[in-house]
């Protein structure tokens, strides 16, 4: 009878040791990621970065799009001329020709030293439009661990392309018709003119951002990132910038009646459109918001985490300190 006291003694105390020694509740806690869900996934400016599952491809593969505003760039700077196709107000304010703009070969950059063929996002010490470039700055994809690098799948989608690049396209037969109205950004996207392109990291078109975003019950506003804000002291004394409040931000889509404009979400809101409207600003223009959009394999599940807002899916655990 006292052996088997003993017995039960020391099976109640290996139990506990493998509950609380053993990753059993760890492994338990392993989830797929759904539409809704909120993830960290690589940082910036030394800061995790939020994102939100917007929407499961037919491969599998999870859209990630930015929560927050995390950067402030040009789209493109003054003088680039794609394929020679340019004319005046082009060169002077930038292209709107996606497929060879700074801030598409910056993303998809894993490089220190990021090469532009073309003209580099340099600043603009003119003072119309905020001095800060990019030029010096590391490719997006550095900010990312070897691990997260091996999930993001590449993305081939649909750019809409102004008028001036008409000639260069992979489809469609009518211009892409503009709308400041967020939930008529779809109009006639599946005969407007387009170029396909792939991405490991891309910027959401107009018609993704009302089908995966407006159309799911989601505010398109975003706000910027509190590291963000304290990068750019001059922004916010002229503008009010702060992690508390809406800051437009670029979209893909170019202005088809012009060369050298871009659709982004105005932040503000107006009268007719409070929850933020669709405008168009000039490509150089250095401080408008930057909200990139990655996908991640289907395989990729989270390890920790709630996946909301507040306690957000982590994917990948951190390594032990080596002592």
């Not at 669709?278 to 490509?283: D, E, L, M």
């Not at 989270?302 to 899916?313: D, F, K, R, S």
Request: aromatic letters at 14%; hydrophobic letters at 35%.
């Amino acid at each position: 009878m006292i052996f088997l006291e003993k017995l039960a003694k020391v099976l109640i105390i290996v139990f506990v040791q493998l509950l609380f020694c053993l990753p059993f509740a760890q492994a338990s806690m392993n989830a797929n990621l759904d539409i809704g869900d909120f993830v960290l996934f690589g940082e910036f400016y030394d800061e995790p970065i939020l994102w939100r599952v917007i929407n499961i491809n037919q491969d599998g593969s999870k859209m990630l799009f930015s929560e927050r505003i995390i950067a402030l760039m040009g789209f493109d700077p003054r003088g680039n001329a794609p394929g020679g196709r340019a004319n005046q107000p082009r060169l002077d304010r930038g292209s709107n020709y996606y497929p060879e703009s700074t801030i598409r070969i910056w993303l998809n950059s894993d490089q220190e030293e990021v090469i532009y063929p073309y003209n580099p996002p340099r600043g603009h010490p003119d003072g119309f439009f905020y001095p800060q470039g990019y030029e010096n700055l590391p490719g997006f994809l550095t900010n990312f661990t070897p691990e997260e690098i091996e999930v993001i799948v590449s993305h081939t989608h649909r750019v809409y392309i102004g008028n001036l690049d008409i000639e260069v396209r992979d489809g469609g037969t009518k211009t892409y018709e503009y709308t400041p109205r967020t939930g008529q950004l779809v109009s006639n996207s599946a005969e407007a003119y387009y170029k396909e392109v792939t991405d490991r990291v891309f910027l959401l078109g107009a018609p993704e951002l009302q089908l995966f975003v407006y159309d799911r019950g989601w505010s398109i506003l975003k706000k910027p990132t509190p590291e963000l804000v304290q990068r750019f002291p001059w922004i916010v004394e002229a503008h009010g910038f702060s992690p508390d409040k809406n800051h437009k931000y670029w979209l893909n889509t170019a202005f088809p009646p012009t060369n050298f404009s871009f659709l982004l979400v105005v932040g503000d809101g107006t009268k007719t459109y409070h929850g933020g409207y669709i405008g168009t600003y000039f490509p150089l223009d250095n401080e408008i918001g930057l909200v990139p959009a990655l996908n991640i394999s289907p395989e990729t599940i989270a390890v920790e985490g709630e996946g909301t807002q507040e306690n957000p899916y982590i994917l990948f655990q951190e390594p032990e300190p080596i002592e």
